[in-house]
């Protein structure tokens, strides 16, 4: 299986990706009470997001895989914690408003990425890139018009942070190449879980919830740790920004599921989500479609 993975083309793995992840919100809209239980959502998510890494390591590398640990660096401690930063607020923004608000702020995160890749990389933003992110702008202000509900805001607020988190441990991935980079993964989830037990112990709350709570936690993270297997395996063959385009096939999916009335959520977003998120999809396909002219050129050996 890992063989086939490694053997097909980069974009459509990180689309597949996006795919494992766009089911997060569907399984959250199924948790009984998610609002009052996210601390012991995020512990179970966390808890089996480094388990099945590690596992999935010790499966492919035996008892060495332990040695990663001692590899991770700089760059890999800085990413774990991005992603641990991603994993927390992706559940704070969802459970407190329209999944479409939550999923639509993802969709800054190639934009995020370009501008940290600038930053700390030095990789040059185009000029499609910044029209691009201009777009989006107008389309998260637009959504943002929603936020006079306290919790819309809220989770218009840590939905940013999610993607702003997503981004840099996307750039991290592209810093340093040979950082292990499923560890990296793993210590996201261990990150998430131990800021999941800080809370719920400074609260007084108990972690453990019902059978069905924590399975449909256990699972969702086991979907986060799939898509973020493939995600990683295949990060050092495209750029930060189109990396996290490619995985936006999780935005779209994922509004799609908790509207698609079959699943009995039925989650219809509001006129002010269709028009800021018209505006950001309308961003991110300019964006595409003059990376493709771009590449085409680069291949005739047009500058």
């Not at 609002?35 to 099945?52: D, K, P, T």
């Not at 001692?70 to 969802?94: D, E, H, M, Q, Y």
């Not at 609260?203 to 993270?221: A, P, Q, T, V, W």
């Not at 395996?233 to 999780?250: D, G, I, Q, R, V």
Request: hydrophobic share 55%.
């Amino acid at each position: 299986m890992l063989k086939i993975i490694e053997n097909s083309p980069a974009a459509i793995i990180v689309l597949i990706a996006g795919i494992f992840w766009s089911f997060g919100p569907l399984v959250v809209r199924n948790i009984n009470g998610a609002e009052l239980i996210a601390w012991q959502y995020l512990f179970f998510r966390g808890s089996v997001i480094f388990l099945v890494l590690n596992i999935y390591l010790f499966l492919i590398e035996g008892k060495k895989f332990t040695k990663n640990y001692n590899k991770i660096g700089l760059s890999g401690f800085i990413g774990g914690i991005c992603l641990g930063i991603a994993k927390v607020t992706f559940i704070l923004s969802i459970i407190a408003t329209e999944a479409a608000i939550t999923l639509l702020m993802l969709a800054a995160m190639p934009f995020l990425a370009s501008i940290l890749a600038y930053i700390f990389l030095k990789e040059k933003i185009s000029k499609p890139t910044l029209i691009s992110i201009s777009i989006a702008a107008i389309g998260i202000i637009f959504i943002s018009f929603d936020s006079k509900n306290g919790g819309t805001l809220f989770g218009l607020i840590n939905g940013l942070l999610s993607s702003l988190g997503f981004a840099g441990y996307t750039v991290t991935l592209r810093w340093r190449k040979n950082t292990p980079k499923l560890t990296t993964v793993a210590m996201g989830g261990l990150f998430c879980t131990l800021v999941a037990i800080i809370v719920l112990i400074f609260k007084g709350d108990n972690i453990f919830i019902s059978l069905k709570n924590s399975s449909l936690s256990s699972l969702h993270g086991f979907l986060v740790c799939s898509g973020l297997i493939l995600y990683s395996l295949k990060s050092k063959f495209l750029p930060a920004a189109e990396l996290t385009l490619l995985s936006l096939t999780e935005v779209l999916a994922g509004i799609f599921w908790v509207w698609l009335p079959l699943f009995g959520i039925n989650e219809v977003p509001s006129v002010n989500t269709f028009i800021g998120g018209g505006f950001m999809t309308f961003s991110i396909i300019y964006y595409g479609l003059n990376t493709r002219r771009k590449m085409f050129r680069y291949s005739r050996g047009v500058t």
